[in-house]
């Protein structure tokens, strides 16, 4: 039974057709450092993915039908370094994410965001940010002295095919 494989590091179930994430089954998996689920049939993202967080680094949920976030449970991923959303149908992105301080990449390409994800601001630690194919209309504009430094170590920005007009 896979809740019996307290070592497992990496599990690869993308390309299947799982409608949830099986959080049940790695309850026990308290090294598990990459999920990959990508392009499967997953609609919603439950609270109890919380529980995967000690040691997550990478998360893929890419190609799934996701609509929205539990922002707490994202957060409390702590260890995460790289996150996948892409090919989703999200509308908003939680501002909870903010606490993810080790996020180096987040991929939010081909989703349904209108407003510029904010929250991913203050990342200290973020290098790339994916936000093509979505319906934005404005680049960032943050208030003045809002954040001292916004995104200090982005190096790549994506905005390709939106509906940006400044």
């Given at each position: 039974e896979m809740a019996q494989l307290t070592h497992?590091?990496?599990?690869?179930?993308?390309?299947?057709?799982?409608?949830?994430?099986?959080?049940?089954?790695?309850?026990?998996c308290t090294q598990l450092q990459a999920l990959f689920l990508n392009k499967n049939a997953i609609?919603?993202?439950?609270p109890e993915i919380a529980n995967l967080g000690p040691s997550l680094q990478s998360l893929n949920?890419?190609?799934?039908?996701?609509?929205?976030?539990?922002?707490?449970?994202?957060?409390?991923?702590?260890?995460?370094?790289?996150?996948?959303?892409?090919?989703?149908?999200?509308?908003?992105?939680p501002n909870e994410v903010s606490g993810?301080?080790?996020?180096?990449?987040?991929?939010?390409?081909?989703?349904?965001?209108?407003?510029?994800?904010?929250?991913?601001?203050?990342?200290?630690?973020?290098?790339?940010?994916h936000l093509s194919h979505n319906h934005l209309t404005h680049i960032l504009s943050l208030p003045r002295h809002t954040i001292a430094t916004p995104f200090p170590t982005l190096t790549h920005l994506h905005?390709?095919?939106?509906?940006?007009?400044?």
């Open positions: 497992l590091k990496q599990l690869y179930a993308f390309r299947n057709n799982i409608h949830a994430i099986p959080i049940g089954m790695c309850m026990q609609r919603a993202v439950p949920l890419s190609h799934n039908r996701i609509r929205d976030l539990p922002g707490a449970a994202i957060a409390s991923l702590t260890q995460l370094q790289a996150l996948d959303l892409s090919h989703n149908k999200l509308t908003l992105f993810v301080l080790m996020l180096r990449s987040v991929t939010l390409s081909h989703n349904r965001l209108s407003t510029f994800p904010l929250a991913l601001a203050t990342l200290p630690h973020l290098k790339e940010l905005l390709s095919h939106n509906h940006l007009t400044s």
